[in-house]
């Protein structure tokens, strides 16, 4: 295997939504600017690292049909954070959703600068889906970015390279280590600031579609909460994990609902055709928690009100899944189409993904972690619900002025160190300007990579695998159904008990401790080992989460039958994590203060 050092100013790992738009922002590095033709020659040097490519990568891979997150003709994005807050029963970051829809209609003009095309009416206006969305004909929007990034001459932009730790001394970040999927190649990257933009954790649970299909789920099976573990191991703070995502979709294809909920009007209704969203209430978790219970109680199968549509809003249906959700359009076109066929529905496994909740890193209002040098934006980026595409963009920009902004202050200082004039503040020789990546950690990231690595045959890896071993795919499937059946997955229609967590912890560890055996064949099949060793990173952290809130403030999200009611007395609160001495520390943090519109860390 080669060994490849690299040094850049700013390293972002993940070309998603996120990453694609903060490398857009920093390139530019100037208010105002907001694509290649403008830059004015700045020679801050970016690096772009994704595990796949970034034409095609992270959530918007294959497209999507509306922008969920705008501020629509007559609101204000005082209301959407009061949207988002009550979504999530006031356990947000005020801050944070101030920042982000500040920018949504600023970024989405910019994406349709870039090419985007955005669905408009007669009069010259987007067409609404809803009260704060618009639809967009978006299968080609990942393409989009990817083009906008790749047109900036000091942005390079390494395709199918897995990132699988960071190198951090004295919590300050200075860089991260990968492999190339596809050239035997060990990059050891430094940099002076560093962007997480890999997005949430998908494959912690056993999924609707268990075995061959197992992939076949609502969020992108490819985000193994990576960054995530990578975090959670150097001791950074995190946020909220007990608020986990369960999606509600179409049965067997998983396609999205909010299509047909807010574009055709469809109802949730039971097998007695009655109207239930409106008793349990219509938040998202109380959407995915009514068809729960309905089903639980006898009324099952649950369906959204479909027949009796239009022509007109049938045609539109099949237009839009055609696009996002071919496989929904196929199944219609087979089994009878929305307007002869309600269409059944079920919640998705849970996943943690902070751009639906208000799970992820704790960040400041700058997108800072608690680790020095380090940004998060997107769905790995916790306290803003409801961020969805326009959020993600927003974060990205916002963490990569950010990072800029720290990385001109090395410079300065390290010009102060240069020239020995005096500085103001504290003694610069204490701080860590861009320390080097020593040989030793090299050396000791490459011998763990190889340790997965058999002997080398004819440019080829043999499995050191013994006959009835352990596989990537059976101890996966071994960390989902410990999940699924003890830390509130489908199998207990999303409840749990103290007990239950507690043998879920057990059973993690022990599957965490089998890793070490696993062998792979090349470097694509020790990716596959890093990813299960980032789930099972994560999965410990959800229970810890899980275990802390000690009430259901969530249905279904964290349905707790120790304790079944909301305690606004005493969890009224964040409940944070931190990895110290090798255990996972709980920390209650007070709710920010109502309207505060700026959080620094209190180091």
Known sequence: MKIERLKTDLLIIGGGTAGCYAAITAASNADGVQDAAENKGVCLKILVVEKANIKRSGCLAAGVNALNAYIT????????????????????????????SEKFNEVTAHLEKLGLVILKD??????????????????????????????????????HVNIFDFSVHDNRIDGAFG???????????????????????????RPNNPGFSRHKMWYPPFNTGAGYAMGIRHGAEMTTFEMRFIA????????????????VGAKQVNALGEVYETKYGISTSERVYGTVAENLEG??????????ITPEQEESLLKAYLNMAPSQTIRWIENGTPSKANVEIEGTEPYIVGGHTASGYWVDTKRAT???????????????????????????????????????????LRLIRQTHQPAQGPDISSVNL???????????????????????????????????????????????????????????????SENQLAVALEEIKKIEARTDSLRAADLQEVMYIYELKERLTVCKSVIAHLAARHETRWHSFAENLDYPEKDNEHFRKYVNSRLENGQIKIILRELTAEGQRNYEHQH
Do not use: W
């Open 434 to 496: 861009l320390e080097k990546i020593s040989e030793g950690e090299v050396a000791e990231h490459v011998a763990e990579i190889k340790k997965f690595l058999g002997k080398r045959v004819n440019n080829t890896f043999e499995k050191a695998r013994d006959e009835g071993g352990d596989t990537v795919e059976h101890l996966e499937e071994e960390m989902q159904t410990v999940m699924d059946a003890f830390a509130g997955g489908i199998k207990t229609g999303y409840r749990y």
């Open 248 to 263: 509600l979709r179409c049965k067997d294809t998983i396609a999205p609902t909010g299509t047909l909920a807010q574009g």
């Open 299 to 308: 009324r099952g199968p649950c369906y959204l009100r479909t027949v009796g």
């Open 73 to 100: 003709e007559g609101r204000t994005p005082r209301d959407y954070v009061e949207y988002a807050k009550k979504d999530a029963n006031g356990i947000v970051r005020e801050d944070l959703l101030y920042s982000i």
């Open 122 to 159: 007669k009069d010259g206006k987007y067409v609404m889906r809803g009260n704060r969305n618009i639809k967009i004909n978006g299968e080609n929007i990942k393409p989009i970015l990817a083009d906008a990034v790749k047109k900036f001459p000091n942005v390079t932009v390494l395709n």
């Open 370 to 412: 608690t680790i020095e040098g380090l940004y998060a934006a997107g769905d790995v980026a916790g306290g803003a619900p409801q961020k969805y595409v326009t959020g993600a963009l927003a974060e990205g920009e916002i963490a990569a002025k950010s990072a800029v902004e720290y990385i001109e202050s090395l410079s300065a």
């Open 179 to 205: 492999f190339g999927i596809e050239n035997d190649t060990f990059y050891a990257i430094e940099a002076g600031a560093v962007i997480i933009a890999t997005g949430g954790a998908a494959g912690l649970y």
